[in-house]
């Protein structure tokens, strides 16, 4: 029986004014019935755009098909004509994007959304369409689903609008799911939860996955078989067994080696004096008084936390979406008021000294989404500069310092004369390292800074933020949602939930011996968490190897 897919010799054109010629270049591969394929390649790799061939969502007036063949189920469907193209995509394919609140209409119900993916490729009635929207919802593991049916997708989690979108792809019974970047924004629970699902509806519906991760612990969670993509060529492909134990190809080896491992050091750092000291902090949303209304409870989004970070010490502070790390953090930094407790900053009170001159300097914040926080009107030069002139410092003594901290980072001064569109995504994470850095903090605050890099880039801004504390002496606290992120970086580890702090241990501890079953919760949904206790082994002696906790 031949393959579902069968990709030969495909070239994907750019045009004139790119980097490279070919987004796609030269690749053969075919998707077999029923198994799940990860393509897996750092951003720009041309993973999204060998996808988009095969469900005919190439932007026709910006990239085109040069070369090659794509067949589907036997038929050559590289000059299909939009019409064709729409007969197979919702209907045969299935396609989930990477961001779901982009991919679903805002104005729209979750019910008439699911509804419309229906109506476009059959002739049932009204009530029947509503019939199997509700079905797709109770198979996809949402609660209320006839509540849900009603709601908008902003007043669903990131979890259950990538859980919808599976629901839209698969509601006529494809036969290829294409995946891209389903979990990449997405905390380890939720993940686990929709490769759980992904797996679920593969097994029961029999359909082949393309499955587009830059994720090494996903591909040992679900791969059957993976292509490794740089640069729009195939680079090695394989059984994800094979390729995970044994990589061939150097660009592949240099991928597996960026994922963080939980393989850590014995050596813990001593203890040194607090610098920041979180006091039973609390934060609620809402609940004021007004003359025509009686009062409501407000919406509590941190509960009495407390958290200590010491003079040069990274604490990570991990949790799930909605946990309210972000909160606390923004508290800390002065972006939110508290509504109970105390924040102590060198022994001062926060509350207190906020608003004295020098004060505000000693903390900085990097944020997850370098490019949203950075003026996209505004030059480098600018962006770092523009705050402490405006405060007196000289323009040639603020030039000075911005070079200096750039070639710091890992970028050459003239970077400062280009906009914050024309770096990538981890250029202009180191941008916006280098603007926190500027008025020589004593405490960064570090938002989910990698959250949505690719493993390698992800790589050099930890290994970057880990240089930059051993030489700059600053205190680090971390927010993340990945585990082996958090064991990367940190000394000490506080894991929150529901806004209260459930467990702050080492970080050796809290993997050895977690106190919490919550924290046990997030060690077990780590991706790929097997072959992490195998690599963890490999890269240490047996003497000292990491006693990972066992999954349930």
Known sequence: MSALVEIRDLSIALPASAERAFAVQDVSLDIERGEVLCLVGESGSG?????????????????SIAAGTVTFD???????????????????????FQEPMTALNPVLTIGEQIDEAIAAHGGESRPARRARALELVHAIHLPQPEAILDRFPHQLSGGQRQRVMIAMAIANEPDLLIADEPTTALDVTTQAAILELIGEVRQRLGLSVLFITHDFGVVADIADRVAVLRDGKIVEQGPAADVLAHPADTYTQALIAAVPTLAFSNKQRPRTAALLSVEKVSKTYGGRRSLFRAARPGTPAVREASLVVGTGETVALVGESGSGKSTLAQCIVGLQTWTGGSILFEGRDLARHRRRVGFDQAIQMVFQDPFGSLNPRHRVRRIVTEPAIAKGVPEEEAETRMSALLERVGLDKSAADRFPHEFSGGQRQRIALTRALFPNPRLLIADEPVSALDVS??????????????????????????????????????????GEIVETGETRAIFED????????????????????????????ASTACRLVQSP
């Open 514 to 541: 977690p106190r919490s079953n919550y924290t046990k919760r997030l060690l077990a949904a780590i991706p790929g968490l097997a072959w992490e206790r195998r690599r963890a082994v490999l890269q240490q002696d």
């Open 457 to 498: 880039i992800q790589a050099q801004v930890l290994d970057l933020l880990n240089q930059l504390r051993r030489d700059l002496g600053i205190s680090i606290l971390f927010i993340t949602h990945d585990l082996r992120v958090a064991a990367t970086v940190a000394d000490r580890i506080a894991v929150m939930r529901h």
């Open 74 to 96: 036997g038929a050559n469907i590289t000059q299909l004509s939009e019409a064709g193209y729409r007969k197979l995509r919702g209907r045969r394919i299935g396609f989930i």
């Open 47 to 63: 993973k999204s755009m060998l996808a988009a061939s095969i469900a005919g969502l190439l932007p026709s007036n910006a990239l």
